[in-house]
């Protein structure tokens, strides 16, 4: 099975990938990586099962997650929705974060 986890350097001693799926962030403190910076095949398969993935599927569309948005079909119910823990949620506050 591919995996959608991607390594990302920022610029901190932590290790942090990105899962190219949901955007989130997965970060590791200590993590064994190479001269080069990079971690083993191994790992990202570790990261890929650890990491649960909050995946970007719309339950009423076949939406995409664009730069960490979701991109609804038109007309989806849940385009004013946000998604909290797997449900969708009216939102309710404009800038909650
Ligand atoms: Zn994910
Ligand atoms: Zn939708």
């Known amino acids: 099975m591919a995996h959608n986890i991607q390594l990302c350097d920022d610029g901190t001693m932590d290790t942090v990938f990105q899962c190219e799926k949901c955007s989130e962030e997965i970060r590791y403190s200590e993590v064994d990586r190479d001269d080069d910076g990079c971690v083993t095949d191994e790992f990202f398969e570790q990261v890929a099962d650890d ?47």
């Open 51 to 97: 990491h649960e993935c909050e995946d970007a599927s719309c339950n009423q569309c076949e939406a995409l997650m664009i730069q960490g948005l979701y991109c609804h079909e038109t007309g989806c119910p849940n385009t004013k929705k946000v998604k909290i823990d797997g449900e969708w949620v009216a939102r309710t506050d404009e800038d909650d974060e």
